[in-house]
């Protein structure tokens, strides 16, 4: 059994800082990267962040860059994002994703086979 759990989403005021953590289990160790994206009410899902786990490259959402980090205990097979400076705008419920291979970018949410339920990020004003 294949399982990834998000937690330490919250509520927050403009401008603080959240980290969200993605606990994986089961057979995971042929997993090549895994990501952040979010999904906004009314819009569609988006990219926020990854990395592949071997080498721990990373990739950035343009919108995301400076402000949220990518990073990763490997012996606890934990995946973590966090964020500083959130804006309103950065309300969603945030998935952790994982996938055994990608065609190219990081970024392209149909290349991650294995999600988790979110967690659920509100900034307020």
């Known amino acids: 059994q294949v399982q990834l759990v998000e937690s330490g989403g919250g509520l927050v005021q403009a401008g603080g800082s959240l980290r969200l953590s993605c606990a994986a289990s089961g057979r995971t160790l042929s997993w090549y990267a895994m990501g952040w994206f979010r999904q906004a009410p009314g819009k569609e899902r988006e990219f926020v962040a990854a990395?592949?786990?071997?080498?721990?490259?990373?990739v950035y959402a343009n919108s995301m860059k400076g402000r949220f980090t990518i990073s990763r205990d490997s012996a606890k097979k934990t995946l973590y994002l966090q964020m500083n400076s959130l804006q309103p705008e950065d309300t969603a419920v945030y998935y952790c994703?994982?996938?055994?291979?990608?065609?190219?970018?990081?970024?392209?949410?149909?290349?991650?086979?294995?999600w988790g339920q979110g967690t659920q990020v509100t900034v307020s004003s």
């Open positions: 990395l592949t786990w071997g080498g721990g490259s990373t």
């Open positions: 994703a994982a996938a055994r291979s990608i065609s190219g970018t990081l970024y392209q949410s149909n290349d991650y086979g294995y």
